[in-house]
């Protein structure tokens, strides 16, 4: 067994602790701003059902954020296969016979990480002046932000221009 075992006298104990600092955090989020904004529907789907999603489908929750919705439908399929390995997945991480090939394979998750990352700092940034301001300080943040934030364009335009091509999937 690894890890401190404790009596039931402790144990006790830290649930108490935890159900208090959960109610704290309850109240914190109840008394935020951003969250007062939301219809009671939706607050208590968050707060009740542990929605995180707000109601919001993760496909409409990441066209609001700027990605392509056919890129999100094509990462998305692209990770649960390496997450759910079929033979492709098994046989392709097999066969990339060196650190080159690998390198390839991990390219197009750490891009996705990449575009997400800046997505999500550049929206954090529109919500909290505070944040925006320091961001708007560092000037080489910012030229990375542009950086992503160009790529994400370019990559929407790629997508559409495909799509008008009659290139669904």
């Not at 789907?45 to 409409?60: I, P, R, S, T, Y």
């Amino acid at each position: 067994m690894h890890g401190t075992v404790i009596g039931r006298t402790q144990w006790q104990h830290v649930i108490e602790a935890d159900k208090k600092r959960i109610q704290l955090l309850d109240q914190d989020i109840r008394a935020n701003r951003l969250f007062a904004q939301y219809m009671k529907e939706v607050q208590d789907k968050v707060l009740k059902k542990n929605d995180a999603k707000m109601c919001f489908k993760w496909m409409d929750l990441a066209e609001k954020s700027g990605f392509p919705r056919k890129y999100v439908r094509d990462m998305y399929s692209h990770f649960c296969n390496y997450a759910h390995a079929d033979l492709v997945s098994v046989l392709q991480i097999h066969d990339a016979s060196d650190a080159g090939h690998h390198k390839k394979l991990a390219s197009v998750a750490i891009s996705f990480c990449a575009l997400l990352l800046g997505q999500i700092i550049a929206n954090y940034a529109q919500l909290f002046p505070l944040v925006d301001q320091t961001l708007k300080a560092d000037s080489e943040a910012l030229a990375l932000l542009d950086r992503w934030k160009d790529l994400l364009s370019r990559l929407g335009d790629l997508y559409e221009n495909a799509n008008s091509r009659g290139f669904h999937g």
